[in-house]
């Protein structure tokens, strides 16, 4: 089925380890994004790539990197984890505003 | 910048009973607004929205939404829930600049029987 794929689904980090989270899309979207889901919060976006080779800083940037590494594929890494990145991780692709959401990532820091 | 508030975080309906979300937003102009329902565990799922025209709009599931430009809000109607709208709803926003969504922190629908 077509859609945004995202792994791991679920994850559990030490404070300082480092992870990036996948994300794949099979659509042809231009525009890929990553949001963080809190409760209480709704989603925040992190970074979003309004095209291949273009990244750029959401509401909640720190603490993040994202790569593009082609039109298919937005990476999130985290270098050094902190408790207050415990959260579900959701990343979505669009055509303009016709969005897909992967199902999440759901990660622990302890 | 965009921005949502949704001011009910938690809400319970009976079975059969109508549903309203509330949603406000803040932007310059009319901005492109929707609605997203997430059932636990799950990603989003988008219920409805709009863009421009007729300020009442339809969506899946039995859900529809009216705009209203002078109260600057977007509220989710439902006549009758059924036991599987339990979920967490979200409106969001968008502009005119780029593509990116603004959400609201969300409400909770809790349906009893």
């Known amino acids: 089925n077509a859609g945004v794929t995202q792994t791991p689904k679920f994850q559990v980090l030490k404070t300082g380890q480092s992870m990036t989270l996948q994300c794949a899309q099979d659509?042809?979207?231009?525009?890929m994004y990553w949001y963080r889901q809190d409760p209480g919060m709704g989603l925040r976006l992190i970074y979003y790539s309004a095209s291949e080779g273009t990244t750029d800083k959401g509401e909640v940037p720190n603490g993040y990197n994202v790569s593009r590494l082609n039109k298919r594929e937005f990476s999130l890494r985290l270098e050094s984890a902190a408790p207050s990145q415990t959260s579900v991780y959701f990343c979505?692709?669009?055509?303009?505003?016709?969005?897909?959401f992967g199902s999440g990532t759901r990660l622990t820091v302890v | 910048a965009q921005s949502v508030t949704q001011p009910d975080i938690h809400i319970t309906v009976s079975e059969g009973a109508s549903l309203e979300l509330r949603c406000n937003y803040s932007y310059g102009a009319t901005p492109y607004l929707f609605w997203y329902v997430q059932s636990p565990g799950q990603g989003l799922q988008l219920l409805l929205k709009y863009f421009s025209g007729d300020t009442l709009v339809q969506g899946i599931k039995g859900f529809e939404a009216e705009f209203k430009r002078s109260q600057s809000s977007f509220n989710l109607r439902k006549p009758s829930v059924h036991w599987s709208d339990a979920a967490e709803y979200f409106c969001?926003?968008?502009?005119?600049?780029?593509?990116?969504?603004?959400f609201g922190a969300g409400t909770t629908v809790t349906v009893r029987a």
């Open positions: 979505a692709s669009s055509r303009q505003y016709g969005y897909t």
């Open positions: 659509m042809n979207h231009n525009s």
């Open positions: 969001a926003v968008g502009g005119y600049v780029d593509y990116k969504l603004s």
